[in-house]
T-cell receptor, first 114, second 111 residues
Framework: EPEVTQTPSHQVTQMGQEVILRCVPISNHLYFYWYRQILGQKVEFLVSFYNNEISEKSEIFDDQFSVERPDGSNFTLKIRSTKLEDSAMYFC????????????FGSGTRLTVV | GQQVMQIPQYQHVQEGEDFTTYCNSSTTLSNIQWYKQRPGGHPVFLIQLVKSGEVKKQKRLTFQFGEAKKNSSLHITATQTTDVGTYFCNAGGTSYGKLTFGQGTILTVHP
């Protein structure tokens, strides 16, 4: 079964550093998403991406965040200057163009900011 | 996506007992999706319901969509320890719309 692949699985970074979280969505999917889940809390939407541009973003997705699909296969989330409160599990998800398909999530990247 | 309320927030059962979680909306939903997240894992799509009164089964799991398309339920028959996790319902919006996760129902199964 096709998978969404995320790398790395764990990332530890110093506060103020930039991190790039990488995702390879399912190849024929058209819609891409980033979500995050702070430990013990619910999954929160960050951003959706379609046709090479952001289609929707949440209040969490401020100027320190950016997304890119640089080469038609990778989908990246960049956090420019990490803060302690950015520590969370970050999930990438993708969805096909047909309305009956559910969202496929990757296994996540656990980001720890120290 | 539209917001739905899900109950209960927590459920503890003995292995072999049945389990049901309910989702309710004040507005008519175009569709509803169910996901499961194991402890430490990622959300996994289970099913989508679209039609009024629809009932779908996946082995021990039975999903229902209400006649008015305002509520849905997931019923697990004879729970097993592998059923442990958080079950989420999400109201579908446009084909590209985001999922809005609630707290879900956290199921604990005691052996």
């Amino acid at each position: 079964e096709p998978e969404v692949t995320q790398t790395p699985s764990h990332q530890v970074t110093q506060m103020g550093q930039e991190v790039i979280l990488r995702c390879v969505p399912i190849s024929n999917h058209l819609y891409f998403y980033w979500y995050r889940q702070i430990l013990g809390q619910k999954v929160e939407f960050l951003v959706s991406f379609y046709n090479n541009e952001i289609s929707e973003k949440s209040e969490i997705f401020d100027d320190q965040f950016s997304v890119e699909r640089p080469d038609g296969s990778n989908f990246t989330l960049k956090i420019r200057s990490t803060k302690l409160e950015d520590s969370a599990m970050y999930f990438c998800a993708s969805r096909g163009g047909r309305a009956n398909y559910g969202y496929t999530f990757g296994s996540g990247t656990r980001l720890t900011v120290v | 996506g539209q917001q739905v309320m899900q109950i209960p927030q927590y459920q503890h059962v003995q292995e072999g007992e049945d389990f049901t979680t309910y989702c309710n909306s004040s507005t008519t939903l175009s569709n509803i999706q169910w996901y499961k997240q194991r402890p430490g894992g990622h959300p996994v799509f289970l099913i989508q319901l679209v039609k009024s009164g629809e009932v779908k089964k996946q082995k021990r799991l039975t999903f229902q969509f209400g006649e008015a398309k305002k509520n849905s339920s997931l019923h697990i028959t004879a729970t097993q320890t592998t059923d442990v996790g958080t079950y989420f319902c999400n109201a579908g919006g446009t084909s590209y719309g985001k999922l809005t996760f609630g707290q879900g129902t956290i199921l604990t199964v005691h052996p």
